[in-house]
Each structure stands twice: as C-alpha cells, then as structure tokens.
C-alpha cells in the first residue's frame, strides 16, 4: 500500500476507484467499504484509493470541545487498511481553508484534476464539503460533467451492520470489550513502550510491563482488570493488565498500564509492544493492605488463565 500525504507529492494512480472519509476504528462497516472498493477497482483493472483527513475534522473544528479520542491511530489505522488489501491511502491535512472548500471544488480541483478519479464509492447519507453540502445527490448531479462513475452503498448494506464509530467508542468506554471487537471485527489495541515502573510487581510475584502509550488522543478504556494478548518481537503471549491509577499503592492518582503476562521470561523495557483488550473482569479495588491486593492479584490470575482455556 502507497501512503500519500495529501496530493503535493502523488504519483500516478491506476484508474483510481475511491472512497472519503475519515474511518476511525476501520470498523466492519469501513470493512464493507473498502471491500467493495477493492473489487470495484479489479473490474476496470484500477487501483483502490482512500481520501481521509489528519487531524479528526472534528479537532479542528471545535478544538476548545471536541474532546475527542480516537479508537485507532494513524499507524494502527494505515496497518488495518494495509492488511485489508488497500493499495493507496491519501492523508490530507484537514485545516479550516480545507473546511470551507464547497463540494464542487473539492470534487473539482481535487478528485478530478488532480486525482482523476474513475469511480467514487460512497455511503447513502456521507456528506462532505463546506456546510457539508456535498452528498449522494450532489455527485449524481455532476458525475456526467466531470467523467466519473458514482457507487452508491445502499442504505440496508450499511445499515445491516449496524455499526458506527461512536458505538464503539461507547463500548470501549464502558469495559464492553467484547461489543467493541464484534464492531471493529478484531481485538482493540493499545500500542506504546515499556517504560521502567518501581518494580513492586515483581516483589508481589507479578512482574509487570509498564505500557507508555504511543499517543495522547487514543481513546482509553474503562479502568479495571482485563484479560489481554500482548505481541512482543511478533510472537503472541496472554496476561492480564490494569489499567488504574493503583488505588491501594499509589497516591499520585496518574492513570497507568501494567500488564502481567503470564509465560514470559526476559527483558521488556524500551521494546515495543501491541497489548489487544480482549474482556474486563472487574474494577480497579483500593485494598487495605499489600497481603490483600496479591491475594486479589493471585484470583484474577487463575481466573483469566480459566478465560483463556475456554476461549482458544
């Protein structure tokens, strides 16, 4: 897959066959999109190409309130659409002179002289454009005059998911980490270093890896105890991770990643690792003593590997 950032430096695409949006999460109804993409692209032997924006339009847009956190980052994002057979990735900087480009000029300047875009497939009710005038009537009006083909999603294709990125940001909100990765077809994941921690773990009998996540917008889960997979030098190990602000050793209340896994001998700090939330187990507890909380961590451990033999 080609990643473009924005068009001041693109190459000749092959009979471009494209899709617009920003596609946080990359969720099974992106899924469906760039399935279809894909095959669209096969049919006038041309190449796949997806439009997105950096930053989230929404940052921009409302930066004193978007709040906004994002269920993947960029990297994660590009790896999700790489391994879905993508070919192109054009990431425009989403500005407020973007913002205010009408529909016919962005269809115009961008999609037509610049890219020249075969097909365009897009979702019944995506809108785009300044006041986001641009919609599935508006490309049908002007795909004759420009010379491109138009792909409509039926609304029962998309619907029939019945999936969005803000349900997902929900469950991932709420612990339903389950619902989450039925949506995103695959485990959530937090990606970032292992930083060096002050080693209680290991004096408790549960060595952790502290996780320093990789960037400060990804969306982060509710707190509490969860069952995880952790990929290290591209080799999968299960363990378990908090995810608090260790109530009942720590008085700073700063919010931290421990995972504790649980067939793994070595060194992790500074090496890069993938931990996927596959199901939460339960809140994060202030124990009145350290006795307690390694009698507590103990139970959580034979419970997850239980977890772990039942769902293989």
């Not at 999460?25 to 796949?48: F, T």
């Not at 913002?99 to 115009?108: D, G, Q």
């Not at 485990?187 to 009998?205: D, H, I, M, S, Y």
């Not at 060595?207 to 290290?232: C, F, H, Q, W």
């Amino acid at each position: 897959m080609k990643v473009f950032q924005g068009f001041d430096e693109l190459s000749k695409i092959k009979n471009p066959v494209l899709t617009i949006g920003t596609f946080d999460g990359v969720h099974l109804g992106h899924q469906k999109i760039i399935n279809q993409l894909n095959e669209e692209a096969k049919k006038i032997d041309g190449e796949s190409v997806l439009f997105t924006f950096y930053p989230h339009p929404r940052m921009v847009l409302y930066p004193e309130s978007h709040n906004l956190r994002l269920i993947q980052t960029q990297v994660e994002k590009i790896d999700k659409l790489r391994r879905m057979g993508l070919q192109n990735i054009i990431i425009h900087p989403f500005t407020p002179e973007f913002s205010r480009l009408s529909a016919v000029e962005f269809v115009r300047d961008f999609l037509v002289n610049k890219l020249h875009v075969k097909k365009l497939v897009i979702g019944y009710d995506h809108q785009f454009g300044k006041n986001r005038e641009g919609s599935i009537e508006f490309l049908l009006d002007v795909c004759d005059t420009y010379g491109f083909e138009v792909i409509e999603i039926a609304a029962q294709e998309i619907d029939e998911v019945n999936v969005s990125s803000t349900k997902i940001r929900n469950a991932i909100k709420a612990g339903e980490m389950e619902l989450a990765n039925t949506y995103l077809g695959e485990p959530f994941e937090l990606q970032g270093t292992v930083v060096k921690g002050n080693a209680l773990g290991r004096e408790l009998g549960f060595p952790t890896a502290n996780i320093e996540v990789l960037s400060e917008i990804k969306l982060m889960p509710a707190t509490g105890v969860y069952a995880v997979n952790v990929l290290v030098d591209d080799k999968k190990y299960v363990g378990m991770m908090n995810l608090g602000v260790r109530p009942t050793i720590d008085e700073e209340h700063v919010t931290k990643i421990e995972v504790h896994l649980f067939d793994y001998e070595g060194d992790l700090y500074d090496k890069m690792v993938t931990v996927q939330l596959l199901s939460r187990f339960r809140d994060e507890v202030k124990f009145n003593s350290l006795e307690e909380l390694k009698g507590q961590l103990e139970n959580d451990k034979q419970t997850i590997r239980t977890y772990f033999s039942t769902h293989v």
